[in-house]
Every structure is written in C-alpha cells, then in structure tokens.
C-alpha cells in the first residue's frame, strides 16, 4: 500500500510520520438495469452501486471507465424536483449533511452559519465568535500539532480508514470573513462538517457556538472547502428524473436521469489501493 511519509522535529523528539493513500475498487458492470436493480446486484456481487467521495475516487472512476464510452449508474438518488433535490449515496449517507436546527437553513438575509449544541444554526456574519479550522492531515506542520497538542485538535477517520481531516479550535473571537482568512493563513479552511462522523469529531472539541465554514451563496449553501466532491452536469436544467448516470456525452458529468432507464453500471468494493475488474 502506497505510503507518504514525514520526518518531524519536536523540542523532544524525533517524530515519524506516515499514511496511507486508499481508493474505492470500482468495477464496471456490463449489464443493462434500472438503477434500482443495479444497486441490487451491486450489493449482491460487490459492496454496492458507485460512491464518489473524494477526487481519488474520481480518477479511479475514471480509469474503471477508460475502455467503455457509455452513460453508467452511479449510488446518487434524491426526492423531489431536481431543483431543490436532496440527493443521497446508496449507503444512505446524503451528498450534502446540512445539520440544521429546527427553523434554521431558511431565514432570510443570515448568510453565515454556526455549530452549536451539535446542530447548524445561522448567525450574522459580522458577530465575532470562536471558530473551527480544518487540516489536511498530509501536512506535516499540522500533523505535528496533532501530536504536540492533543487537547486542542482532534483527527478522525472515515470508513474507508483514510484519516481525512484534523480540526482545530481557535478561541480568539472573530466575524466570519475574518475566521475564513485566519484558516487559511494557516494553510487550511474555516471547518465543514460532511456527515455525522465529522459532527461527532467537531463536537469533541465544543460544542458551544462556532463558526463553520457555510454560507449561503447563489441560492444554496455551500462549504468555503468545496466539499463535497461534485461533478453535476447543471442539475437544474439538465435531467428529469431522480437517479444520477454518469454523462458520457458530457466529460462523465453527474446527470439526473429517470430511474427506470436501462443502462450500465457501477459498482465498488473492497477497499483496495489500485485496479478493476470489467463485470460481463
């Protein structure tokens, strides 16, 4: 298994550090189904129907697709209109975790948001409040304030046991641009919070009123880090159904699609580094 590996000084020690690059194994299905029953028969013969969490799990999509030219399923479905769609994994898991309080996520003119009490609320963007930085956990510097000050960081790992990020909280008070620009000066982003795990990971550190790296921008709300990883092929004006294909028209752009459509598919399983098996 590919490893990186740093080299730490500390004014105790010397401190080595290594971690692992891991990918989803994706295997292209050359049978004809809906998208319900290509989730059926991915979870019968592999793990289950695509998901696409990361841009490593994009490349090896990419190279499972490198040979074959057709629109494929992917684990993506929602409910209701494609405008104002949430969409989930085929784990369960919803692509965008907005963990609102009840009536917050729909107040108008509050663009920012916080976590408190382990739910999202909105606030007003020129309050200043402590707030919550995010780190890759490949940097070294941050890496080493994982080990040098463990009361104030806290790391944690997703499923496919890839540490992913490191959060840490900053006391001193700040509006939001503010917070965001100090995140960033370290090297790292005004903190999300992707799913539940991420929530219990914050919530570890505080669970008093912090700033999080949402806003509201352009109808919707959406991460200052990006996340999560997305790949939609205008989904407003693109589609009209509720299950996700892989657009081969289109650069493989996520395109909503009528679940009862009959094409190929996706899946993954394993947790493997590399590869792919082609699926008759």
């Known amino acids: ?45 592999y793990t289950n129907l695509s998901i696409i969490h990361t841009e490593e799990d994009w490349k090896a999509i990419q190279y499972a697709l490198s040979n074959f030219s057709g629109d494929v399923w992917i684990g993506l479905n929602g409910n209701g209109p494609v405008q104002t769609q949430k969409w989930s994994w085929s784990d369960g898991e919803d692509l965008m975790f907005l963990n609102w309080d009840g009536g917050f996520g729909s107040v108008l003119d509050i663009h920012c948001a916080v976590s408190v009490s382990s739910r999202f609320r909105q606030q007003l963007c020129n309050t200043t409040l402590p707030y919550m930085c995010q780190y890759g956990m490949g940097s070294p510097f941050q890496s080493l304030k994982l080990l040098l000050f463990p009361l104030q960081i806290t790391g944690f790992r997703h499923d496919n046991g890839e540490t992913e990020k490191v959060y840490e909280l900053i006391t001193e008070p700040k509006i939001q641009e503010e917070a965001v620009k100090a995140c960033n000066h370290q090297q790292g982003e005004l903190a999300s919070i992707c799913n539940q795990k991420e929530q219990d990971a914050f919530d570890e550190l505080t669970k008093g009123i912090t700033w999080i790296g949402l806003k509201h921008q352009d109808n919707k709300w959406n991460w200052s ?56």
Request: charge should be positive; proline fraction near 4%.
């Open 225 to 280: 880090s990006g996340e999560p990883f997305q790949k939609w092929d205008n989904p407003m004006l693109v589609g009209d159904g509720n299950c996700v294909k892989l657009n081969s028209e289109n650069d493989r752009k996520w395109t909503p699609e009528n679940c009862s459509t009959q094409i190929r598919f996706l899946c993954y399983g394993g947790k493997l580094t590399t590869g792919r098996v082609l699926s008759n």
């Open 1 to 45: 298994m590919p490893q990186t590996c740093h080299l730490l000084l500390s004014s105790i020690k010397w401190i080595f550090l290594c971690y692992s690059a891991i990918t989803q194994y994706y295997s292209l299905v050359l049978k004809e189904k809906n998208w319900t029953d290509a989730q059926e028969y991915c979870r019968q013969h």
